[in-house]
């Protein structure tokens, strides 16, 4: 089925120890997003990108990278990870506006839980 | 920092009731979304309003926005168990196409059969 797939659903990880993961979309979707979400806290942007080759900070970026070196893949990673990024972690993907000619919601993946120890 | 602010944080009813979320905002904006989020999944997209539309049906959804105010409302009508869900606005706002989205921190509704 079409969609936003995340890889892996789950993982725990030691603090320092440094993981990726992967935002997979086949929608063709120019804008990809990364929120994470926490309890009482909603979802707050990381990082986001409008393009292939492009990518730009969001809200909480501090302690995350990202790369968009393929259109259909946006990578979070996590150097040196630490409990404060204990978190649910959820990639977003939408279209281009322009192209699609018309306003349009995001298209969720189902999430990462990431747990760091 | 959070752009939304959702009131009520929880809402319980009953099979068949209405309910109503409501969500308040701070800045300018161009758009604004409601996203439902099912216990362990991620966020589906309900319906958008943009800034100057005044209310907007989907089916069982009927959303509201009030730019004056800067305040949004989404009633779900005739509401079964299957609607259970935490609810999210989510707005847009600023120049450029960049799509960004700010969310807010959600109501939980809970459907009772």
């Known amino acids: 089925n079409a969609g936003v797939t995340q890889t892996p659903k789950f993982r725990v990880l030691k603090t320092g120890q440094s993981m990726t993961l992967l935002c997979a979309q086949d929608?063709?979707?120019?804008?990809m997003y990364w929120y994470r979400q926490d309890p009482g806290m909603g979802l707050r942007l990381i990082h986001y990108s409008v393009g292939e080759g492009t990518t730009a900070k969001g809200e909480v970026p501090d302690g995350y990278n990202v790369s968009r070196l393929k259109k259909q893949n946006f990578l979070l990673g996590l150097e040196s990870a630490a409990p404060s990024q204990t978190s649910v972690y959820f990639c977003?993907?939408?279209?281009?506006?322009?192209?699609?000619?018309?306003?349009?919601?995001?298209?969720f993946g189902s999430g990462t839980r990431l747990t760091v120890v | 920092s959070q752009q939304g602010e959702e009131d009520p944080q929880a809402l319980s009813i009953q099979e068949g009731e209405n309910a109503t979320m409501n969500c308040s905002y701070k800045t300018s904006i161009n758009s604004l979304q409601w996203y439902r989020q099912n216990s362990g999944r991620g966020l589906v997209h309900l319906i958008l309003?943009?800034?100057?539309?005044r209310e907007k049906h989907s089916g069982r959804l009927r959303v509201t926005l009030d730019t004056s105010k800067k305040s949004s409302s989404l009633l779900i009508t005739a509401s079964r168990a299957a609607d259970t869900a935490s609810y999210f606005c989510?707005?847009?706002?600023?120049?450029?196409?960049?799509?960004?989205?700010?969310f807010g921190q959600g109501t939980t509704l809970q459907v009772k059969p």
């Open positions: 977003a993907s939408r279209p281009d506006r322009i192209a699609s000619q018309i306003s349009v919601g995001y298209t």
């Open positions: 929608m063709n979707h120019e804008y």
């Open positions: 989510a707005t847009a706002s600023g120049s450029g196409n960049t799509g960004k989205l700010i």
């Open positions: 309003i943009r800034s100057n539309e």
